[in-house]
């Protein structure tokens, strides 16, 4: 797969876009792409384009569905929150999200507390996570959220397998895991074009079974893997608890649990 081309279409923001370009490796073009998909950074954030099939994607955190969720979400009740284990915790957990896409469950809980560090191995995904980053930081409403949110551009097996070496101190006490598997809902596909779009640019997580070990290995408290309600478990170790809800489910791989027959 070719690399996704980032051009800049506001002259005043040039430099933001080699700053880009040159952390995230995606080659800086002068004229705004006829075809495929392309990263577009313009007067108010960083977006992915294409031509007639739906709306840009981008990442957010003080506007939108983040906005209603940081006021109205539910805190310590909705469903990833219990998942993590934060219902009744008197000490927050340091959370690990190792596939953070566009970073909406990181967010929710940065928002309740926790320090989330968000893995990103996709170029165009950590782009558009570092452009609402910067603008959530700057925001009166969000900039103490965006202060627990630290994005790491690397590969998360490969990041976990460190982590799995440093001292039970230094290591995440939860993994949270949100692979992206090829959907096979054609009624689904329709209302998601923009989520489709962006899956194809991203790719799908086909070593998901990898990923999980990793993060069984680094974790000292639990993984969390969100899957869909009707959704396959992810091969390999079977989960210690399943916590469902209306559209999506978690599978709980409790450490304590699990490192016995490590």
């Known amino acids: 797969m070719s690399p996704t081309p980032l051009y800049c279409a506001e002259p005043a923001r040039r430099d933001t876009a080699h700053r880009l370009a040159e952390r995230f490796a995606l080659p800086l073009v002068r004229q705004q792409p006829t075809e495929g998909y392309w990263l577009e950074l313009g007067p108010e954030r960083l977006e992915l384009r294409t031509n007639g099939k739906h709306g840009a994607v981008y990442a957010e955190f003080v506007e939108g569905a983040a906005r209603h969720r940081r006021e109205q979400g539910g805190g310590r009740g909705q469903p990833v929150a219990k998942a993590i284990g934060l219902k009744g915790a008197k000490e927050l957990p340091r959370v690990v999200d190792a596939t953070a896409g566009l970073g909406g469950d990181s967010f929710v809980l940065a928002s309740l507390g926790c320090e989330v560090t968000l893995l990103e191995r996709s170029p165009v995904a950590a782009a558009l996570l570092f452009d609402a980053l910067e603008r959530a930081s700057v925001d009166l409403d969000t900039m103490d959220i965006a202060r627990r949110m630290t994005l790491v551009h690397a590969d998360a097996i490969q990041w976990l397998a460190a982590q799995a070496e440093r001292p039970e101190a230094e290591r995440p006490q939860v993994v949270f895991v949100d692979p992206m598997f090829p959907d096979t809902d054609k009624k ?22 990898a990923l999980l070990a990793a993060a069984i290995a680094a974790a000292t408290v639990r993984v969390v893997v969100k899957r869909p309600q009707r959704g396959p478990a992810i091969e390999g170790v079977k989960p210690s608890a399943v916590l469902e809800g209306k559209s999506t489910r978690f599978d709980l791989y409790v450490i304590k649990a699990l490192r016995p027959q490590a």
């Open 188 to 209: 689904s596909a329709a209302a998601k074009k923009g989520m489709q779009a962006f899956q194809q640019v991203i790719g799908d997580d086909l070593d998901s079974a």
